[in-house]
């Protein structure tokens, strides 16, 4: 049987937008990922509560996917009323049966400089491999100078170095879209375009629900229940 391969993205996703989708391009391109499932956050540990609802999020992260047959959307996390600790998301992969090599957790290099910060580190990496991958500004040859004591289990991306036991950081140096969701919020509320910044559907689903602008009075933005596409959902139980 051939090898599993899960790639994981996790993020709020407030919105979810180009960058996130490159990240995910990247490491499947590179690694021959057999799936890439997109977890949506609920509440997240390290920045400001989310803008949407979870309920937008992951309507926005459900449009996102559809046009990908290996990609999913996840509502793993937004099913517990609790921060959405990475370790804990890992957890609940390997209790379904993966096991650490399988999982593929993507993340930005910007990101990753933080993982001194994040519960159950320096455990957490031993959950899965670590796919950190280029952000503008922020070049994956940065990891290593700035994270020395990880360079052991430090690789470049080259599908050989896998059949490892224990799960590595694997560096993928890749072109991402210079977007961010707190930029794509602030254009909504100035009232300025967010065109070619993520999907169309995610764009349209913002617009049509009124997402990230300022307030008028007596109105409220829609979480008026919404068909998401069929068969594009990782649903955990």
């Known amino acids: 049987m051939p090898a599993r391969r899960l790639g994981l993205l996790g993020g709020t996703f407030d919105p979810v937008h180009l960058g996130h989708k490159d990240l995910a391009d990247a ?120 994270l020395p004591h990880l360079t052991s289990r430090i690789v470049t991306g080259a599908l050989d170095e896998l059949s490892s036991a224990t799960p590595l950081i694997i560096l993928i140096d890749a072109v991402t879209a210079d977007v961010s969701s707190t930029a794509i919020r602030e254009r909504r509320a100035s009232g300025e375009s967010i065109a070619g910044l993520l999907l169309p559907r995610v764009q349209q689903h913002i617009e049509q629900h009124g997402l990230y602008t300022p307030m008028t009075p007596g109105r409220r933005t829609s979480d008026a229940p919404q068909t998401v596409p069929a068969g594009r959902l990782h649903c955990q139980e």
């Open 27 to 146: 490491a499947q391109g590179a690694l021959g990922l057999t799936e890439m499932i997109f977890v949506t956050s609920n509440v997240p540990p390290h920045r400001q509560q989310p803008v949407a609802s979870a309920y937008h999020r992951f309507a926005m992260v459900a449009f996102a996917v559809q046009e990908r047959p290996d990609w999913r959307a996840a509502d793993v996390e937004l099913r517990y009323d609790t921060p959405s600790f990475t370790s804990r998301t890992l957890a609940r992969f390997l209790e379904r049966g993966y096991q650490p090599t399988e999982l593929f957790f993507v993340i930005g290099s910007d990101a990753f400089l933080e993982i001194e910060s994040w519960r159950d580190y320096p455990r957490i990496l031993d959950a899965a491999h670590f796919v950190v991958i280029s952000r503008p500004r922020v070049p994956v040859r940065e990891v290593a100078a700035r």
